[in-house]
């Protein structure tokens, strides 16, 4: 007899939310005050042109899945972070991670325009 758990999926060890999670904008359902036909995040990403928001509301409307979204959509990094399981610690690491990635970013982009690499970079929490 063959095992049963040899044919483990890629989402085997991931809570059944993440697993079911939209990977597509247009897989979201709900938020069409948001998502619908000439509504603001519809627009953003139709124009590929990502605005400043934020996401609040109560758990499990869909918040993290259109941040996921709209990092994927604009080519953005995303740094999760629970309000509940979150101190001031791990927010200090983001921000680290965040400054890190945005100074490897501006470096690579200014050796391959052959530019002086600037001093003192500084990332923003936003949301």
């Known amino acids: 007899m063959t095992d049963l758990f040899a044919q483990a999926t890629p989402h085997q060890h991931s809570p059944l939310a993440e697993a079911l999670r939209p990977k597509m904008l247009d897989e979201v359902i709900g938020q069409s005050h ?10 953003a990403f139709q124009s590929g042109k990502p ?3 934020i996401f609040w ?8 899945t259109l941040a996921r979204l ?3 959509a ?4 995303f740094i ?9 610690k791990d927010i200090r690491a983001a ?7 945005v100074a490897d970013a501006i470096a690579a982009a200014a050796r391959d325009m052959d530019l ?9 929490l936003t949301g």
Do not use: N, W, Y
């Open 70 to 72: 709209t990092a994927t």
């Open 116 to 124: 002086p690499i600037p001093e003192g970079m500084l990332a923003e």
């Open 95 to 101: 921000m680290e991670q965040a400054q890190r990635m």
């Open 80 to 88: 999760a972070l629970s309000a509940v399981f979150s101190g001031v």
């Open 74 to 77: 604009f080519d953005c990094a």
């Open 51 to 53: 605005h400043s928001m």
């Open 57 to 64: 509301g109560p758990p499990g409307v869909g918040k993290t």
């Open 34 to 43: 948001l998502l619908g036909e000439g509504k603001p995040l519809r627009l």
